[in-house]
């Protein structure tokens, strides 16, 4: 088994940080971003069953997303540029319940970001930049929803310089608050 990779709990249970299998030599590099077995061997279980690709320019805003039924399990990584990742703990059950973490995933670093089920998850582009989501589950466009990317009451610090240059579709800037998805449906 490739024991290349690594895996590094964050703050919130489920979310993880994971250094991909990564080679370099005068060719140029090769990069392993998935493996079931050596994910479960370190205590994940996660099988992708789709796979999705965005492009956002510098300064766009995605985000944040979850599905409100089937919830969509993401493994995240920057492919080309830059962002600032982020997920947030909508569990009630969770100790951690409201709880956001954030992590530059870059072409540099080659990190990934697994997002579990439970968690919404956004990303500000802080560089034009192409993105790879290995879904756990399928989109259902009926079941998806969001909270707003600067909702006061989640206080993620983006590293947002000007909010007024910020690119944001009208779907996501119309999101609902924090206030109004725990009124709604109290957590995931």
Not at 11 to 34: A, C, Q
Not at 140 to 168: A, F, H, Q, Y
Request: net charge negative.
């Amino acid at each position: 088994m490739n024991t290349d990779f690594s895996f590094e709990q964050t703050s919130i249970e489920g979310v993880w940080v994971i250094t991909p299998f990564l080679r370099d030599d005068n060719r140029g590099s090769f990069i392993k971003d998935y493996n079931e077995e050596v994910f479960r061997h370190n205590g994940i279980e996660y099988l992708v069953r789709e796979t999705f690709y965005s492009f956002s320019k510098e300064n766009t805003v995605r985000g944040l997303h979850f599905q409100r039924e089937k919830q969509m399990p993401k493994l995240v990584r920057c492919i080309s540029g830059s962002i600032y990742d982020v997920a947030v703990d909508l569990r009630a059950d969770s100790k951690t319940f409201r709880s956001s973490v954030g992590f530059e995933l870059s072409s540099e670093n080659n990190l990934s970001l697994l997002v579990p089920a439970g968690c919404a998850h956004g990303f500000f582009a802080l560089t034009d930049a192409l993105v790879s989501y290995k879904c756990a589950e399928v989109f259902m466009p009926e079941t998806d929803d969001g909270i707003r990317w600067n909702d006061p009451d989640l206080g993620i610090k983006w590293p947002v310089t000007d909010s007024g240059n910020v690119i944001i579709s009208e779907k996501d800037a119309a999101l609902q608050s924090f206030a109004d998805f725990a009124s709604r449906y109290q957590s995931l």
